[in-house]
């Protein structure tokens, strides 16, 4: 469950999770879904932010393997230097 506060912060299971204050890993638009945003906090918490079409935002505290599973699924999204920071250097494919 989560109370927005604006559409920077948000308050979830008593933690305030920042758009601000947190490194954006990944920001993708789909024809389909809306937009997704994963979110890295200074503390080492990982969040999303999601906004279908016409439909209301939903965020989400979410753990290491389904912020991985969500810029997998988002490559063109990746912003790779805050990607590198997080997850540490890449092998080139």
């Known amino acids: 469950m989560f ?3 604006n559409n920077k ?3 979830i299971n008593g933690k305030l999770y920042s758009t601000e204050g947190s490194l954006l890993l990944c920001k993708s638009i789909d ?3 809306g937009e997704i945003e994963v979110y890295h906090t200074k503390k080492g918490a990982f969040f999303s932010v999601s906004t279908p079409f016409a439909e209301k935002t939903e965020v989400k505290v ?3 393997q389904a912020a991985l ?3 997998d699924d988002n490559p063109g ?6 990607y590198i920071k997080v997850f540490g250097n ?3 494919g």
Request: contains cysteine; glycine residues 4%; proline residues 0%.
């Open 3 to 5: 109370i927005i506060m």
């Open 9 to 11: 912060e948000f308050i």
């Open 31 to 33: 024809a389909c879904f």
């Open 62 to 64: 979410i753990d290491r």
């Open 69 to 71: 599973k969500i810029l």
């Open 77 to 82: 999204g990746i912003i790779n230097e805050n």
């Open 90 to 92: 890449v092998e080139i």
